[in-house]
């Protein structure tokens, strides 16, 4: 894999990969939306899923992930593109997974010409994550959980408080600090980076790092969350 290579997973889908080598593998039907590369899809199937279904709003990332789960041999697996819920209307999920765009990008394209979608999050960076809250619920099995990745500067108080008004309940799994690219400080809005120092983002020299959480989030009245 290569420099150049636009879809290769970044340090939120490696966490996210941690945390899914960490819990019980979960052998129901599975989702991840914002495919990107395929990688999480694939380490689903090769823990055990029964059947895999991604979504992608770009249809190149859907491309890259059908031809990785062909590659892998997964059987089972179905990858659509659409945004967020309106590919799956009626259909629930034993294990949904998601890496949201929170970044206030204001450009129309990202690194290596991709999609704005993909890193960019609205003016508060939470426009893609509530949307996905909000229809969480209704794509949830009664035991079924989500991970997601949650940047601390969008207000994790915040995502905890829209879960309780939509009967779910979530815990942080754990907490990872990543460095921020260059090419994304540049696309942020003037100040920006200014407002969240010290509190979420960090800097040490020329540097900038950002902490964020995995977080796994079930029905409220769900047994306690497995770790």
């Given at each position: 894999?290569?420099?150049e290579?636009v879809?290769r997973p970044?340090e939120?889908?490696?966490?996210l990969?941690?945390?899914?080598?960490?819990?019980?593998p979960?052998?129901?039907?599975?989702?991840?939306?914002?495919?990107?590369?395929?990688?999480?899809?694939?380490?689903l199937a090769?823990q055990?899923?029964?059947?895999?279904?991604?979504?992608?709003?770009?249809p190149e990332?859907v491309r890259?992930t059908?031809?990785?789960?062909?590659?892998?041999?997964?059987?089972?697996?179905?990858?659509r593109?659409g945004?967020?819920?309106?590919?799956l209307?009626?259909?629930?999920?034993d294990?949904?997974?998601?890496?949201?765009p929170?970044?206030?990008?204001?450009d129309d394209?990202?690194a290596g010409?991709?999609l704005r979608t993909?890193?960019d999050?609205?003016?508060h960076?939470?426009?893609?994550?509530?949307?996905?809250l909000?229809?969480l619920r209704?794509?949830?099995?009664?035991?079924?959980?989500?991970?997601?990745?949650?940047s601390?500067?969008v207000?994790l108080?915040?995502t905890?408080e829209?879960?309780r008004?939509r009967?779910?309940r979530?815990e942080v799994?754990?907490?990872?600090?990543?460095p921020?690219p260059?090419?994304?400080?540049?696309?942020l809005?003037?100040?920006?980076l200014?407002?969240?120092?010290?509190?979420s983002l960090h800097?040490?020299?020329?540097y900038?790092f950002?902490?964020f959480q995995v977080?796994?989030?079930?029905?409220?009245?769900?047994?306690?969350?497995?770790r």
């Amino acid at each position: 894999m290569t420099d150049e290579d636009v879809f290769r997973p970044s340090e939120y889908t490696a966490a996210l990969l941690r945390q899914l080598r960490l819990r019980p593998p979960c052998t129901g039907r599975v989702l991840e939306i914002g495919t990107g590369s395929g990688v999480v899809l694939a380490a689903l199937a090769a823990q055990g899923a029964r059947e895999v279904v991604g979504v992608d709003i770009e249809p190149e990332a859907v491309r890259r992930t059908q031809a990785l789960l062909q590659a892998q041999a997964v059987a089972h697996a179905t990858v659509r593109c659409g945004d967020l819920w309106t590919p799956l209307a009626g259909e629930r999920f034993d294990l949904v997974v998601f890496n949201p765009p929170q970044l206030p990008v204001r450009d129309d394209g990202v690194a290596g010409h991709r999609l704005r979608t993909w890193s960019d999050g609205g003016p508060h960076g939470r426009d893609v994550l509530d949307r996905f809250l909000d229809g969480l619920r209704d794509h949830l099995a009664p035991q079924a959980s989500a991970l997601i990745t949650h940047s601390s500067f969008v207000g994790l108080d915040l995502t905890l408080e829209r879960l309780r008004d939509r009967g779910l309940r979530a815990e942080v799994a754990q907490t990872v600090s990543v460095p921020v690219p260059a090419w994304k400080l540049r696309l942020l809005p003037p100040r920006w980076l200014e407002r969240h120092l010290g509190q979420s983002l960090h800097s040490v020299g020329p540097y900038v790092f950002c902490d964020f959480q995995v977080i796994e989030i079930r029905h409220a009245d769900a047994a306690t969350l497995a770790r």
